[in-house]
């Protein structure tokens, strides 16, 4: 696709219920990230696919957060458990290459609200 | 951690002047990018500059890096309303060759007509 598609744009759940979040990267980009935004706040790291594999899931907060990426293009984080503390913006961005110096391209986002 | 920190955290300009975003980290990198995010939504890449660059122009914008004091500034000339946004840097430090990048909490501006 032109862009990097990410669904559901908005997602309300309640507490303790489980969500899975979607991103469709641009053709051809072998590296995909997912990053977290709080109100206020920058992107935070939460892993990091090179592929299929995932390279570095060291951001992901618990094991209630999990994310694969099974044909090495669509990603979905799949999140357990959902608490209040959840609720934030999940970015997902891909690149062409891991190493490349074009920079991140970003999603619009899926705004998740847990009540 | 290695979060580069923006300041100011908010800055409100005419349109036609010019903004300058400066941005702080801390240890050895890779590169530095800026981002553009209006609402809260997507973000959109700007310009990136390698650590062995000193300055890099992109229209309106330019960008400056000074890795002695770990420190870039964001300059945006000739401002316009289109500019609201907020805006962060990104430092690339990753040694496992890819990008490891993590962003700053990011500076709200606001350019009034």
């Known amino acids: 696709g032109a862009g990097v598609s990410q669904t559901p744009s908005n997602k309300v759940t309640e507490k303790g219920k489980y969500v899975e979040l979607r991103c469709d990267p641009i053709s051809g980009h072998t590296a995909l990230y997912w990053y977290r935004q709080s109100l206020g706040q920058g992107p935070e790291f939460l892993i990091y696919?090179?592929?299929?594999?995932?390279?570095?899931d060291s951001g992901l907060p618990n094991d209630r957060f999990f994310a694969v990426r099974p044909e090495g293009s669509v990603s979905t984080l799949k999140i357990q458990r959902t608490e209040r503390g959840d609720s934030a913006v999940y970015l997902c961005?891909?690149?062409?290459?891991?190493?490349?110096?074009?920079?991140?391209?970003f999603g619009s986002g899926t705004r998740l609200t847990v009540v | 951690s290695q979060q580069g920190e923006e300041d100011p955290q908010a800055l409100s300009i005419q349109e036609g002047e010019n903004a300058t975003m400066n941005c702080s980290y801390k240890?050895?990198?890779?590169?530095l990018q800026w981002y553009r995010q209006n609402s809260g939504r997507g973000l959109v890449h700007l310009i990136l500059i390698r650590s062995n660059e000193r300055e890099k122009h992109s229209g309106r914008l330019r960008v400056t890096l000074d890795t002695s004091k770990k420190s870039s500034s964001l300059l945006i000339t000739a401002s316009r309303a289109a500019d609201t946004a907020s805006y962060f840097c990104a430092t690339d430090w990753g040694s496992g060759g890819y990008q490891k990048v993590t962003f700053g909490i990011g500076t709200k501006l606001q350019v009034i007509p």
């Open positions: 696919f090179q592929g299929t594999g995932a390279a570095d």
């Open positions: 961005a891909s690149s062409l290459t891991a190493s490349g110096p074009d920079g991140y391209t």
């Open positions: 240890t050895s990198i890779n590169n």
